[in-house]
């Protein structure tokens, strides 16, 4: 059963989306590449900001917040439909490129904020990829570290949770992230899929009141 989409501005969205029947999306670095040079062109079309970001193999994870006119769903399509394109043509594939749908609970700030966050940073540590996230290319994860530039990132916003003091909150937000690495995940893909919202009750409430 597919829940419906919930669409507001100014609150963050866990975007995240598979290849078709789980197949390959990102065969190496060239895809990898232009996918973020496609969220990077797509600041200049929409008004969305990126707090983090994962690209594995048959799948990617997004914590993004539209901003004012834009839609979700119009930067979704626009991203979709132009790494379908390119995937096709370049490997001459013919069909689905992403299995149904992508997927966009709506995010609680604070402590599920957070969680997302390192959700998505410890998927390749989880999958078995790397020891570390931080030794993992393909995400936000090392970037926001070393304090190095990326696509349009919102780092400041995470890292403001731990503090003002720049070189403190780096590490408090390292230690936080990375002392769940032996912990279950928060979610199984089966839950995850299912998910209209990362947050209480309450805030889903709240969320709801806003569409009316």
């Known amino acids: 059963m597919r829940h ?15 290849g078709n029947n789980r197949q390959t999306l990102f065969h190496g670095d060239e895809d990898r590449l232009f996918y973020l040079g496609m969220l990077d062109k797509a600041h200049k079309k929409f008004d969305f900001t990126v707090f983090s970001y994962v690209l594995m193999s048959n799948h990617f994870h997004l914590l993004l917040q539209m901003l004012r006119t834009s839609t979700l769903s119009a930067l979704m399509h626009w991203l979709q439909l132009g790494y ?25 700030r604070d402590n599920y904020f957070l969680t997302v966050d390192r959700y998505i940073h410890l998927n ?17 994860y090392i970037n ?10 919102d ?3 995470v890292l403001d949770y731990f503090g003002s003091d720049s070189k403190l909150r780096i590490n408090s937000y390292q230690k936080f992230t990375e002392e769940a690495i ?17 947050g209480s009750a309450e805030f889903l409430k709240e969320v709801l009141a806003q569409k009316r």
């Open 144 to 153: 926001r570290l070393s304090g190095g530039l990326d696509i349009s990132l």
């Open 182 to 198: 032996a912990r279950p995940e928060e979610w199984s893909p089966e839950i995850l899929e299912k998910a209209v919202v990362h």
């Open 84 to 108: 379908a394109r390119y995937y096709g043509q370049k490997y001459k594939h013919v069909g689905h490129v992403f299995q149904s749908r992508y997927f966009s609970p709506v995010v609680e």
């Open 155 to 157: 780092h400041e916003t």
């Open 124 to 140: 390749p540590v989880r999958a078995r990829m790397v020891l570390k996230p931080e030794h993992y290319r393909w995400s936000s």
């Open 4 to 18: 419906s989409r919930i669409l507001v501005q100014d609150i963050p969205y866990h975007v995240f989306a598979r």
